[in-house]
């Protein structure tokens, strides 16, 4: 109740506009992208509290070190070690197969600056997992922000791609130089 409200007010005082298509209703994955900026992370939030999403999201473990760490595990977060990144892929699979319900935030686009790949951990999850892939994002040029249409994956990499490539085209994050194309290293 106090999330809802607390997005509430900051969409009423925000800049920025909420469009999104329905909040999804089953496990999903969730991509935020453009990744660009620090202020994606309070924009995700923003979006998921509106929508009631309840959400778990990838982030560096540094960032759980000390005083933050309650706070970020609080807020949904999940650690991942950079050394070894394809346990976390493992670990979320295996949540979802306990049965937790949850929308997985993950910018594929890395961390903010410095990629010329998308990070493909989005899609093996939601390939292993069963779980459908939800489009969120942020645009800068239309200062709008939300959820856009959640897809199936069919296992055909270049096409389920071609696909996101599509949405996210005409889309530019808060620093749109740090922008990164749709493309997975797997597309060959």
């Known amino acids: 109740m106090l999330r809802r409200l607390t997005a509430r007010i900051f969409w009423l005082c925000s800049r920025w506009t ?10 999903t994955v969730l991509i935020g992208a453009p990744h660009t900026s620090n202020w994606d992370f309070v924009l995700m939030l923003g979006i998921a509290w509106r929508l009631g999403v309840d959400v778990r999201w990838l982030g560096k473990k540094s960032l759980f070190h000390g005083w933050r760490g309650p706070v970020m595990r609080a807020l949904g977060g999940i650690p991942v070690d950079r050394d070894d990144p394809g346990r976390v892929v493992g670990d979320v699979v295996a949540q979802v197969r306990q049965g937790e319900v949850f929308g997985l935030v993950v910018t594929p686009d890395g961390t903010r600056r410095g ?40 296992g ?10 599509a949405f996210y085209a005409d889309k530019a994050g808060l620093r749109p130089a740090h922008r990164v194309e749709p493309r997975l290293r797997e597309e060959g």
């Not at 909420?18 to 496990?27: D, E, I, V, W, Y």
Request: net charge positive.
């Open 18 to 27: 909420l469009r999104t298509h329905p909040a999804p209703t089953q496990p």
């Open 115 to 154: 990629h010329t790949h998308w990070k493909s951990g989005f899609y093996r999850i939601a390939r292993e997992t069963g779980m459908p892939v939800t489009l969120g994002y942020v645009d800068r040029t239309t200062m709008t922000c939300g959820l856009g249409p959640t897809i199936e994956l069919t």
């Open 156 to 165: 055909d990499i270049p096409a389920d791609m071609e696909r996101i490539r």
